[in-house]
């Protein structure tokens, strides 16, 4: 059972914007920074929101990351086939004294 | 460019152990932190420990101290991690993965590495 939680599955149609939620706790979300991983099937994960809200170079800005209280955000505006794919949160948890990942959301491109 | 290539698939009967390479290229290799996460089959990540090539120090994830070891080697630019007392639930996508500075985000990972327990 993961520390934090994800939707399962997410879906859009091209053009649309959708959103993913991380909910965690005081322990991680609540004072740490958050990142975010896409993953293609069969690959590695790639990071994709850093420190909460940041892109890496090479990310599109349609991609874009929040926080709030002890709860996450990934937004994908204008959303394209490409973006099928799963997306987990992250974050660094100091009861647990570890790095713990979310179980991930299917994002579905209808 | 910056590269973590991982060592190839392993089979292992359960009880055995397994050691998995990371060889890193196109960065200063002690500075930056190399992490270990897991993928079983249909799953999330999950994180294993981290290795600070600069001092050479190490933690673990609670759930696997004491069967997991993670070494490294300055000369070759390696980062080896070692589990042992396998199981069935092992059976996994080993990653290795570089920090971005003090960012606990992984900002390049290797291929992985298919580690399977099965007697």
């Known amino acids: 059972q993961s520390v934090l939680t994800q939707p399962p599955s997410a879906s859009g149609t091209p053009g649309q914007r959708v959103t993913i939620s991380c909910s965690g706790s005081?322990?991680?979300?609540?004072?740490?920074?958050v990142n975010w991983y896409q993953q293609l099937p069969g690959t590695a994960p790639k990071l994709l929101i850093y420190s909460t809200n940041h892109r890496p170079s090479g990310v599109p800005d349609r991609f874009s990351g929040s926080k709030s209280g002890t709860s996450a955000s990934l937004a994908i505006s204008g959303l394209q086939s490409e973006d099928e794919a799963d997306y987990c949160c992250?974050?660094?948890?100091?009861?647990?004294?570890?790095?713990?990942f979310g179980p991930g959301t299917r994002v579905t491109v209808l | 460019q910056v590269q973590l290539v991982q060592s190839g698939a392993e089979v292992k009967k359960p009880g055995a152990s397994v050691k998995v390479s990371c060889k890193a290229s196109g960065y200063t290799f002690t500075s930056y932190y190399v992490h270990w996460v897991r993928q079983a089959p249909g799953q999330g990540l999950e994180w294993m420990g981290i290795?600070?090539?600069?001092?050479?120090?190490?933690m673990y994830a609670r759930k696997f101290q004491g069967r997991v070891a993670v070494t490294m080697d300055t000369s070759t630019s390696t980062v080896y991690m070692e589990l042992s007392s396998l199981r069935s639930e092992d059976t996994a996508v080993y990653y290795c993965?570089?920090?971005?500075?003090?960012?606990?985000?992984?900002?390049?990972w290797g291929q992985g590495t298919l580690v399977t327990v099965s007697s």
């Open positions: 992250a974050a660094w948890d100091d009861s647990l004294f570890g790095y713990v």
């Open positions: 005081s322990s991680n979300i609540g004072t740490n920074i």
């Open positions: 993965a570089r920090e971005f500075p003090q960012s606990y985000s992984f900002d390049y």
């Open positions: 290795m600070r090539p600069s001092g050479g120090t190490t």
